[in-house]
């Protein structure tokens, strides 16, 4: 039964309006037609009553001296004449009983011959003073009248009537009601499921945008399809509208504040590449220099290409991780250990500044399903917090591994800790978290909303000896990469 309930409850409002309609229409039909058949039956059976009571009041008058002087031939000659008088009564028969209950004279006296005792199953039929009895499944209708002079009973008339019209126009008044009442439900049924149709047209309009948002950029709904400004649907419209422009406008804040902080931390990067790009430019130089002095010696020209060698190498290393980390365009490519190992060139800058010391334990498989341009922008993000946050001589240390299906990524420091309002924003677990409106936790914003678009989630605690542990989980079991990061 509850489940037939929820299969009901889970039809569309333009079928089930019509059918509660269609069900009222039906009930009330009902109740009126029970109540106009029943007034239809009490009108006919008092019409039948005083048809019958005026018939048995002209006859009973007429036959007492008869039936006193026991005259059988006036009284059928009475029977006979009544027949004329009375012939919209439809009566089947009527016998004329005596006081012994005899018969002294029937209407058909083959069928009731005189001096035979009335039948008993006419005579049970009336029971007390009853003098009317209906037997509509017989089609007929019996009545009785004693016959009394000077107050004493001298006799009784029965007569059996045919109420077969009568039954009929019942009938056809029923059919005539049932066709009506169907009629009008169908009609009122038709009628709602249209009115319910134009009614809920609009819920459907907005249900397919928001369907539509589902999958890409949230639409407005057209201005042609807003319908009068001043209805209901009208006013949820521009409401509607209103929220997606407020939207589009907070995706279009967002993208640029990411771009804006991925340009941020390229440009703090940039003293420090600049001078490790230097660092090996200037022994290149030097190898070059010593060579055209002294091409001639294999020794010094091997070594000479060798230091050559080395320092192309380290230039390569830090332009490709810059290129990787900061091209233009939406990063597709599968997350490798790699990946993680050429953030190391981008601070290693910042490091050698501080004089800090890299812990450095990365122990990715190469078979993850992740997006590797989001995972390196957000270590990379924190990484460079980190180096900011420690004090000169400091540690930091980068560890990260697969865990139960999970990716994770630990970044510890050994600054002051991570502020309260800067924490709550990188462990907010909102879906896609509104950004501050002030520069402070920007970054932590920006790793929130790239690690969540992920799927994943990110933990930021301090450390009791001091410091900060960021935690970056996400899940590898069926991540499809990243969607809509700017």
């Not at 309609?21 to 029970?34: F, K, Q, T």
Request: aromatic share 4%; hydrophobic share 45%.
């Amino acid at each position: 039964m509850k489940r037939s309930l929820r299969r009901i409850g889970a039809w569309p409002v333009a079928v089930k309006v019509p059918l509660v309609v269609a069900v009222l229409m039906v009930a009330i039909s009902a109740v009126l037609s029970n109540q106009i058949l029943v007034r239809l039956s009490q009108t006919q059976q008092r019409h039948l009553e005083q048809l019958a009571s005026a018939y048995l009041d002209g006859l009973s008058s007429s036959l007492v001296p008869y039936v006193l002087r026991d005259d059988i031939w006036e009284i059928f000659d009475q029977l006979d004449r009544s027949r004329e008088r009375y012939a919209g009564l439809s009566a089947v028969y009527t016998i004329v009983a005596g006081q012994d209950g005899s018969i002294l004279a029937a209407s058909d006296p083959h069928e009731f011959p005189s001096q035979e005792p009335v039948p008993e199953a006419l005579s049970e039929r009336f029971v007390g003073t009853n003098t009317l009895v209906l037997a509509e499944d017989e089609g007929r209708a019996f009545v009785r009248r004693p016959l009394s002079y000077q107050d004493r009973p001298i006799g009784a008339i029965y007569a059996e009537i045919d109420i077969q019209a009568l039954l009929a126009e019942r009938r056809q008044v029923l059919l005539t009601l049932i066709a009506t009442n169907a009629a009008l439900t169908l009609v009122f049924a038709g009628f709602g499921y249209l009115a319910v149709r134009r009614m809920v047209r609009p819920i459907d309009i907005l249900a397919a945008h928001l369907e539509r948002g589902r999958g890409g950029r949230i639409e407005p709904v057209p201005r042609a399809q807003i319908g009068p400004k001043n209805s209901e649907f009208g006013r949820l419209f521009r409401r509607y509208n209103a929220l997606v422009r407020a939207l589009s406008e907070r995706e279009t804040l967002a993208a640029r504040l990411a771009e804006e902080e991925r340009m941020g931390s390229l440009g703090r990067l940039a003293s420090g590449m600049a001078h490790e790009i230097n660092n090996p430019l200037g022994g290149m130089f030097n190898a070059i220099d010593t060579m055209e002095r002294h091409n001639d010696n294999p020794l010094v020209r091997n070594s000479s290409l060798q230091i050559l060698k080395r320092g192309l190498v380290g230039i390569r290393d830090v332009v490709r991780a810059t290129l990787v980390t900061y091209k233009a365009g939406g990063e597709t490519t599968r997350l490798r250990a790699r990946d993680l190992d050429d953030l190391r060139a981008l601070i290693q800058p910042e490091v050698g500044r501080r004089r800090l010391t890299l812990e450095w334990r990365n122990d990715l498989p190469d078979d993850f399903t992740l997006a590797a341009g989001p995972v390196r922008q957000a270590v990379l993000n924190l990484l460079l917090n980190a180096c900011a946050a420690s004090p000169v001589g400091g540690r930091v240390c980068l560890e990260a591994g697969a865990r139960d299906g999970e990716l994770v990524i630990e970044i510890t420091d050994q600054g002051p800790g991570i502020p309260p309002e800067v924490a709550s924003i990188m462990n907010a677990t909102k879906a896609d978290p509104p950004p501050p409106m002030h520069g402070t936790g920007l970054g932590a914003w920006m790793v929130n909303r790239l690690v969540r678009q992920l799927g994943g989630a990110v933990h930021a605690t301090q450390l009791p000896a001091g410091g900060t542990l960021v935690r970056i989980a996400v899940s590898t079991e069926g991540n499809k990469g990243l969607r809509h990061v700017a």
